[in-house]
């Protein structure tokens, strides 16, 4: 499976935007890059997911670079509620889901 | 829609007793429904993937004989920790998915505490 690459960490203030990164410079041509977010305690909520295009839906926007070898996931207003961790997660089959590290977000009021 | 349940949401149990976890998905047919665990402070890690009516397949390194799946209807996977020892302490999550979606619904996991 190809890998991820996430900062361990990143913080953000409340109601700015968030720049959520992730490398993936191994990525095949068939891969689907998708991000989930995990909360404390709970099991991981889909958030978008893209394959060439950028996509935006009402949780966040999926910026993915001209050769998909990085993405970047956009939090337009960061609230308190989005501090999770993140992560980014090649699919070669969208049935198939291998879970990196991820990105601890921090959200400061 | 699309909603994933688990039961029990936390259990403890004695050492060497077996717990089940059940997963059902509430609203939809699961094509496929997966199992992960997760020790604390770390990422989900895949532990089998099953299909209805048919054998897990398990990833390497995971017991088959100790962590029994079982997909009997389109809707329920159960998870059995055979012979549990505290090492199997862990949060247990379950995921599904049905045809023509490109999203893994998770349960809300279950904490398997083994004393």
């Known amino acids: 499976d190809a890998k991820t690459t996430q900062p361990n960490s990143m913080e953000s203030n409340e109601e700015e935007p968030v720049h959520l990164p992730c490398n993936h410079s191994t990525i095949s041509g068939t891969d689907y890059i998708h991000w989930y977010r995990q909360l404390p305690s709970q099991g991981p909520e889909y958030v978008i997911h893209g394959l060439t295009s950028n996509v935006n839906n009402r949780m966040a926007s999926l910026a993915i670079a001209e050769d998909r070898k990085s993405s970047t996931l956009i939090l337009h207003r960061a609230t308190l509620r989005d501090a999770a961790v993140y992560y980014c997660?090649?699919?070669?089959?969208?049935?198939?889901?291998?879970f990196g590290a991820g990105t601890r977000l921090t959200v400061k009021p | 829609g699309a909603v994933v349940s688990q039961h029990p949401s936390w259990v403890i149990c004695k050492s060497g007793t077996s717990v089940k976890i059940e997963c059902r998905s509430l609203d939809f047919q699961a094509t496929t429904m997966f199992w992960y665990r997760q020790f604390p402070k770390q990422s989900l890690m895949l532990m089998a993937t099953s299909n209805e009516g048919s054998k897990a397949t398990y990833e390497q390194g995971v017991e088959k004989d100790k962590f029994l799946i079982n997909h009997a209807s389109l809707t329920l996977s159960t998870l059995t920790v055979t012979s549990a020892h505290p090492e199997d302490s862990s949060f247990y999550i379950c995921?599904?998915?049905?045809?023509?979606?490109?999203?893994?619904?998770f349960g809300p996991g279950t904490r398997l505490t083994v004393t």
């Open positions: 997660i090649l699919s070669i089959r969208d049935n198939d889901m291998r």
């Open positions: 995921s599904a998915t049905r045809d023509r979606s490109y999203e893994q619904y």
